[in-house]
């Protein structure tokens, strides 16, 4: 099958998931995301460290412990980002932009060229550091790797995953411009651990962290875009363990992990979700609707989260909420499609 009709296919995707999320959940849509690139305007780093943004940066004692010298353990930088300790997301409110580089249809991150991204969201982390108050602002991108389908394709998957040429060029994109970028499964059938084993070499970058989207994580008999799919809070603390020893193993900085969210079916046993010391979990509010509406969603699902986000639609949302309102609750993470 062409990429041109696999593409196609994940569009038409979207739209079903859509009008599923409609059934069970209204009034909001599905979820589907944005990535972009951009300098960033890191005003404050939150790490006690030096403002400069080169990932050199000092973290708090939760990061490390201490030298036989009494001096603490400085987690390996790469110069691409900063590093994320305890204090950075309390310091700092994360901007991206979402999609998927080989479709228009996915998402803003495909919809543009790298340097006109770059551009935009440079412009758009400007706007929210002109409002946001103490806090500074880390843009990203947020790439969809793994695309749901609708078929389940040679391996049986219904996934379909960047190619590796693409997937470096954008982890390389985000380097240039000191962005963090977000590499996001919708699973399909495949199995959660192996597809985060896949990522692994790319997730020892400072600036590299990890996104799971439950809607399209299928059982045995379930299909993108017929079912709404899950994840359980077990499989949560599977991910966030896999990141927890790759930071400790490598001695890395923090790593950043988003869950996507609109319905309450999507994340089981939500209760028994635990807190990793080298992990920040996000609960990201991934509706689409009007703004009175989304910044409700917003407070219930970010509700007991460690930190919450909220997802914009440029062409979903009606109206399209201000970046003023959007800051009304305090976002860790807005994340534009």
């Known amino acids: 099958m062409s990429s041109r009709l696999l593409l196609a296919e994940a569009a038409i995707l979207v739209v079903a998931a859509l009008v599923i999320w409609m059934i069970v959940a209204p009034p909001f849509g599905s979820s589907g995301e944005a990535g972009g690139a951009g300098e960033p305007i890191v005003s404050n780093n939150g790490n006690g460290g030096d403002d400069d943004g080169n990932g050199d940066d000092s973290v708090d004692d939760d990061d490390g412990g201490d030298d036989d010298d009494g001096s603490q353990d400085r987690p ?14 309390r310091g700092n409110q994360i901007l991206t932009y979402y999609g998927n580089p080989d479709s228009d249809q996915l998402g803003i991150l495909g919809e543009l060229e790298p340097d006109e991204l770059v551009a935009r969201l440079k412009q758009e982390a400007t706007t929210y550091d002109d409002l946001n108050g103490f806090r500074g602002i880390q843009p990203g ?43 996001d499964l919708q699973l399909g059938r495949a199995d959660m651990e192996e597809e985060i084993e896949r990522l692994l070499p790319y997730l020892r970058q400072t ?19 017929e079912d709404l ?21 490598h001695n890395l900085g923090d790593k950043i992990l988003i869950v996507h969210q609109f319905h309450d079916e999507m994340i089981t046993n939500k209760e028994a979700i635990e807190d990793y010391r080298r992990v920040r979990l996000v609960i990201d509010m991934d509706g689409f609707g009007e703004p009175a509406t989304k910044l409700a969603k917003f407070q219930l699902y970010s509700a007991g989260a460690e930190y919450g986000g909220i997802k914009l639609f440029f062409k979903l949302d009606d109206p399209l909420m201000s970046e003023t309102d959007a800051l009304n609750v305090r976002p860790d993470l807005i994340i534009y499609q």
């Open 141 to 183: 991108l947020h790439m969809v790797y793994a695309t749901a389908q609708a078929h389940p394709g040679d391996d049986g998957l219904y996934t379909r995953r960047v190619d590796q040429g693409t997937l470096e060029q954008y982890i390389d994109l985000a380097c240039e411009n000191k962005l963090f970028i977000f590499l």
């Open 207 to 225: 600036h590299v962290h990890l996104s799971l989207d439950p809607e399209f994580a299928m059982g045995p008999d379930e299909v993108p875009g």
């Open 76 to 89: 390996a930088g790469d110069g691409c980002a900063p590093t994320v300790g305890a204090d950075f997301m």
């Open 229 to 249: 799919g899950h994840l359980d809070a077990s499989q949560i603390n599977r991910a966030q363990q896999i990141l927890d020893d790759l930071v400790q193993e």
